[in-house]
């Protein structure tokens, strides 16, 4: 099946840094991947997502990018604002699995403020 | 966007008691649902696969007779934790997914379930 990991497993930056959190995946037939974001008690919120036929899309302060060949992708948040601070999962999707999703295991951004 | 709810969103119980936790597809269909456990600090691990109309599929490792499944209707999910221990106490999350071409899923707020 497929495998997910993700790095780092915590993040600390200073407010209007930059963070960046990577994820790889091992099923070459994986071809949606979300990024959630989840707060202490609360179900993860979709924040973006990007799909196996384009290596880039942006939303405002937040990015994802893919890289197919190497079968990674990775969440860039700019300009970071303590409201950012959270946990943030990734997770590969394929078609034929009934919509299962494989999550990596996390990452806990820290935005010092 | 789609929401999923979840009921209750937080309950204690004694140990040996059973709790029902629903999940509910507000604004749109679905033939499935899925229901994730959450220990504190990890990662949402997939339990089981809820279809309407049909047995639910579960996830190797995950007792069928203990975690009972009902996909009742097609907005409607239910697990039921059966003689519930402490061990069992976890943040449980379901998620439905969307209409849309791609795979994506709309997740509950989750339900925090604690067993004295």
């Known amino acids: 099946g497929e495998n997910v990991e993700q790095h780092p497993s915590t993040l600390s930056v200073q407010e209007g840094d930059s963070a960046v959190i990577k994820c790889t995946y091992s099923?070459?037939?994986?071809?949606?991947f979300p990024w959630y974001k989840q707060e202490l008690g609360k179900g993860p919120q979709l924040i973006i997502d990007?799909?196996?036929?384009?290596g880039e899309k942006k939303d405002q302060r937040i990015a994802v990018t893919l890289n197919k060949t190497a079968k990674h992708f990775s969440l860039h948040i700019t300009e970071t604002q303590p409201e950012d601070s959270a946990v943030y999962f990734c997770a590969a999707s394929m078609w034929n699995t009934g919509n299962q999703f494989y999550f990596g295991t996390g990452t806990s951004l820290t935005v010092i403020p | 966007g789609a929401v999923v709810s979840q009921h209750p969103s937080w309950v204690i119980c004694k140990s040996g008691t059973s709790v029902k936790i629903e999940c509910r597809s507000l604004?749109?269909?679905?033939?499935?649902m899925f229901w994730y456990r959450q220990f504190p600090k990890q990662s949402l691990m997939l339990m089981a696969t809820s279809n309407e109309g049909s047995k639910a599929t579960y996830e190797q490792g995950v007792e069928k007779d203990k975690f009972l499944i009902n996909h009742a209707s097609l907005t409607l999910s239910t697990l039921t934790v059966t003689s519930a221990h402490p061990e069992d106490s976890s943040f449980y999350i379901c998620?439905?997914?969307?209409?849309?071409?791609?795979?994506?899923?709309?997740f509950g707020p989750g339900t925090r379930l604690t067993v004295l």
């Open positions: 998620s439905a997914p969307g209409t849309g071409h791609y795979n994506e899923q709309f």
């Open positions: 990007i799909r196996s036929n384009v």
């Open positions: 099923d070459s037939a994986s071809n949606y």
């Open positions: 604004d749109f269909q679905a033939t499935t």
